[in-house]
């Protein structure tokens, strides 16, 4: 009993009734086109098969006119805002180009051919509901000496049943709509939303979104992480040591403004591609720029030893993110464990780049909270690449190793 009565009292039934009613507006006119082609064509429909022959003409007609009109990129924008608004259907985001497409214009003529045919026909229905009801209680009160005289004492059992028809008329229209709303709801996210490849397409777009972000938020960790953690090192040593050592606080100062330079020119290249704006972008650095990265390293207290081969033949990405890798390890080393030792190893062994960073365990630096994006950072740019990357305890050491697969530029541009 609650489900029949439920539509009776719910917003949002008569809200999608107001659905269904535009929909008859917009039939009106093809109703009259169809009253104006039963003129033009005179005495036709006299025999069956011309009522047949007549009734297809006219669904034809209607289809391809209701199709025609729904060709229009607008009629689609103005569709997804009815059916959102109205039938109260949440739509999945699209993109310009997906409504411009003939995928989305023939799923939005199939949409506009169910609105004005089916609920349309459902709001001539409900427009035609009242004058009915009232006829029906018309011949219950008005005719009563007629159905006396015709049926005798059983009249007023005939009058009641009229009664209670148009009582019930009225409630099982707004309960029809209800289901036909209903029925559109559940229809409008396939008609009106994205299409299986639009949505392949979007999620696509975001990847590469996410992937450029992530890939900014690598360079900005690695670039200004390192100037700061040396700068801040370098600043604290040459604040305790500025009466006793005024020599080493100089050179202190200056390594802090050698570095700030560094870190200023990593964050243009950064801006420039978030602004997609080439003349503001520096070069990048590789690794034939570890001699100042290790330069660095020893101004802020740390002793780098460092067994460098040969990196002239490897390919300029593979170079580009091996120098980030190195960078982050040594910013770790000097964050964690302080000033410590620190032994580099980096060279081209058979077909892939070979790095390997260890360090002593110090206690210096406690670790953070919500530490560790630039291992995982660094964890993201070999797997981007293809290799494998470790890091951890290694007895009473800590240990990073990259193997990075060296293979020809182009092979990597492709992957």
């Given at each position: 009993m609650k489900s029949l009565v439920r539509p009776l009292v719910s917003v949002t039934t008569y809200r999608r009734w107001t659905f269904l009613l535009g929909g008859t507006a917009i039939l009106v006119p093809y109703l009259l086109i169809y009253v104006a082609l039963l003129q033009i064509m005179g005495s036709a429909g006299r025999l069956p098969a011309d009522q047949v022959l007549q009734s297809l003409v006219m669904l034809l007609a209607y289809v391809?006119?209701?199709?025609?009109?729904a060709f229009i990129p607008a009629v689609r924008i103005l569709?997804?805002?009815a059916a959102e608004t109205l039938l109260g259907v949440r739509l999945p985001a699209e993109t310009a180009e997906g409504m411009r497409s003939w995928r989305s214009r023939r799923r939005t003529a199939a949409w506009w051919v169910l609105h004005i045919g089916v609920g349309g026909g459902t709001g001539l229905a409900a427009v035609f509901a009242?004058?009915?009801a009232l006829v029906l209680l018309q011949k219950a009160f008005g005719g009563e000496n007629a159905l006396r005289e015709l049926f005798g004492g059983s009249s007023a059992l005939l009058t009641a049943a009229y009664v209670l028809l148009a009582l019930v008329v009225l409630p099982l229209v707004v309960c029809l709509?209800?289901?036909v709303g209903a029925l559109l709801a559940r229809l409008a996210p396939a008609l009106l939303g994205p299409s299986p490849a639009d949505r392949l397409m979007q999620l696509e777009r975001q990847a590469e979104q996410l992937i450029e972000r992530n890939r900014l938020a690598r360079e900005l960790h690695d670039s200004i992480g390192h100037a700061l953690t040396v700068t801040t090192l370098q600043a604290g040593a040459a604040a305790r040591l500025l009466d006793a050592d005024p020599e080493f606080a100089r050179r202190a100062l200056s390594a802090i403004e050698e570095t700030g330079r560094t870190a200023l020119e990593d964050l243009d290249h950064v801006l420039g591609l978030l602004r997609e704006d080439p003349s503001a972008r520096t070069p990048q650095r590789t690794l034939a720029d570890v001699t100042g990265l290790f330069e660095q390293t020893r101004s802020a207290g740390a002793e780098v030893r460092a067994e460098?081969?040969?990196t002239d033949g490897i390919p300029a990405v593979v170079s580009r993110e091996a120098y980030r890798i190195l960078q982050e390890a040594l910013t770790n080393v000097l964050r964690h464990a302080g000033k410590v030792p620190v032994d580099v190893r980096l060279g081209v062994c058979a077909d892939r780049l070979e790095l390997e960073v260890t360090n002593p365990v110090?206690?210096?630096?406690?670790?953070r909270a919500g530490g560790g994006s630039g291992?995982?950072?660094v964890r993201e740019r070999v797997a981007l690449l293809g290799g494998r990357s470790s890091a951890g305890l290694d007895g009473s050491r800590w240990r990073v190793h990259v193997a990075i697969p060296v293979v020809p530029t182009l092979e990597l541009e492709r992957r």
């Open positions: 391809a006119v209701s199709s025609a009109v569709s997804r805002t009242l004058p009915f709509g209800a289901g460098v081969g040969p110090g206690s210096v630096a406690a670790p291992l995982r950072g």
